[in-house]
C-alpha cells in the first residue's frame, strides 16, 4: 500500500493555467499587460518567447509552479515607477502565477477597456 502511495506522489501535478493575461503576437512573442499602482497607467509588455522566457530545468523546477518564467522591469510613460514582474507560465504560455510589486497583472480585456 505504501509503495503505490508513494508511486502515485512521484508525479508532480501541473498546475492549470488562466487565460486572458496572455496575447500572443506570432510565434515567438507574447503582450502582457500591468498597471502601475502609482499611476494606474497601463503597459502591455511585449515577451519574446525564444530569449525572454525562461525554461524551468534541473534546480529551477523546484523555484515556481511553471515551465516557463520571466521577471522583468517594467517603466511606463506617465511616471517612473519601476514595476517589477515575475510571472510564471504553463506550456501554452498561459499565466499560472504572477507577482508585481508596484503594479498588478491585468487581463487582456482589462487593458483594453482604456
Ligand atoms: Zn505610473
Not at 508511486?7 to 499587460?33: C, E, F, N, S, T
Not at 510589486?101 to 487593458?111: A, S, V
Request: charged content about 30%.
Amino acid at each position: 500500500m505504501g509503495f503505490l502511495s508513494k508511486l502515485m506522489g512521484l508525479g508532480k501535478a501541473q498546475p492549470k493555467g488562466k487565460g486572458g493575461y496572455v496575447q500572443r503576437d506570432g510565434k515567438h512573442a507574447l503582450w502582457i499587460y500591468v498597471q502601475c499602482a502609482k499611476c494606474g497607467e497601463k503597459i502591455p509588455v511585449r515577451l519574446r518567447t525564444t530569449s525572454e522566457l525562461q525554461r524551468r530545468e534541473g534546480p529551477d523546477t523546484e523555484q515556481g509552479p511553471g515551465m516557463y518564467f520571466v521577471r522583468k522591469t517594467v517603466v511606463g510613460k506617465k511616471c517612473y515607477q519601476r514595476i517589477e514582474a515575475s510571472v510564471e507560465f504553463d506550456f501554452k504560455y498561459d499565466v499560472v502565477d504572477h507577482k508585481v510589486t508596484n503594479g498588478r497583472l491585468i487581463t487582456c480585456d482589462e487593458y483594453n477597456q482604456g
